[in-house]
């Protein structure tokens, strides 16, 4: 088999304008997007920076983020991708010995997606399994979250509006964010 050509996946997420998509295009893109990576092309979301990645998303209306959220073989897809990419942007230089466990809960018509953060060591590492009682617990809207992190909404007003909901140690839920260098 011959090795994959490479492709800046980022100049193709850039060249590719939601805007223009329909709902049903733009996660038909995603799902392309992740067929390629599955048959190791070497065009697949994973490929594609944090920077473009989330720009890519901050680009698509409500409507095709909903639709994207939706569905039942993507939505894990992003959401993995997402949770995996924040080791990568951890400050641990902002954490110092801290040690804290967070479950994600995103909720939605189609059930439930569960994940772990777990901030100790000087690291942090993700994970779908819980495996420790969390310092706190996030429950949202898995398009609200999407549009917390790209920057479309803003988090405190959202909390503030009942569409996000803590439950544990709130103070330490506000300065969550500022462990990582978002792009």
């Given amino acids: 088999m011959a090795e994959p050509i490479p492709v800046d996946v980022d100049a193709l997420a850039d060249a590719i304008d939601p805007a223009r998509l329909d709902v049903g295009q733009f996660v038909q893109v995603i ?5 390629l990576g ?10 594609m920076r944090t920077e473009t990645f989330l720009r890519f998303l901050d680009r698509a209306s409500r409507d095709q983020l909903v639709a994207l959220t939706e569905h039942p073989e993507l939505r894990p897809v992003v959401f993995t991708e997402l ?14 010995s801290q040690r804290a466990v967070v479950h994600w809960r995103f909720t939605g018509e ?8 777990v901030i100790a060591e000087g690291r942090c590492v993700t994970g779908v399994d819980p495996t420790d009682d969390p310092r706190v617990t996030v429950t949202i ?3 609200d979250f999407l549009r917390a992190i790209t920057g479309a909404s803003n988090l405190p007003m959202l909390f503030l509006s009942g569409r996000v909901r803590v439950q544990g140690d709130i103070a330490f839920a506000a300065r969550l964010i500022g462990y990582f260098d978002l792009p």
Wanted: charged share 25%; no cysteine; glycine share 12%.
């Fill in 38 to 47: 599955q048959v190791g092309t070497g065009v697949d979301l994973a490929g």
């Fill in 31 to 35: 799902a392309v997007l992740h067929l």
């Fill in 110 to 117: 189609n059930g439930e997606d569960r994940f772990e953060t």
């Fill in 141 to 143: 809207a898995p398009v």
């Fill in 83 to 96: 949770f995996r990419r924040m080791s990568e942007h951890f400050a641990v230089d902002r954490v110092g």
